[in-house]
């Protein structure tokens, strides 16, 4: 059974600093591109980045680029999202994905998903 457990998730203020965790079980990790997305409160859910199985490439939406950065450990199945300069729009739950390939994450067709994490950005 394939398990994608988010972490890291909590309240920072305007300009501060999280990092997320997705411990991954049940698949073989580094076969695996992986993805953040995140949903914001009447909002639908929305790409964030992906990374590929080897972790050499990454992708990010517009949004969070040059702020996030998705990295993963393949040695610990575990995949990461470091958010900087955060701000209050980038309040949402974010969910770690699992699919095929980076490209196939971004266009929504992942094959697992995570339950999510509050990330909240307030002062």
């Known amino acids: 059974q394939v398990q994608l457990v988010e972490s890291g998730g909590g309240l920072v203020q305007p300009g501060g600093s999280l990092r997320l965790s997705c411990a991954a079980s049940?698949?073989?990790?580094?076969?695996?591109?992986m993805g953040w997305f995140r949903q914001a409160p009447g909002k639908e859910r929305e790409f964030a980045a992906a990374i590929t199985g080897s972790g050499t490439n990454t992708d990010y939406s517009n949004s969070v680029k040059g702020r996030f950065t998705i990295s993963r450990d393949n040695a610990k199945n575990t995949l990461y999202l470091q958010m900087n300069s955060l701000k209050p729009e980038d309040t949402a739950v974010y969910y770690c994905t699992a699919g095929s390939l980076k490209e196939w994450i971004r266009a929504g067709r992942s094959t697992y998903w995570g339950r999510g994490t509050q990330v909240t950005v307030s002062s």
């Open positions: 049940g698949l073989t990790f580094s076969s695996y591109a």
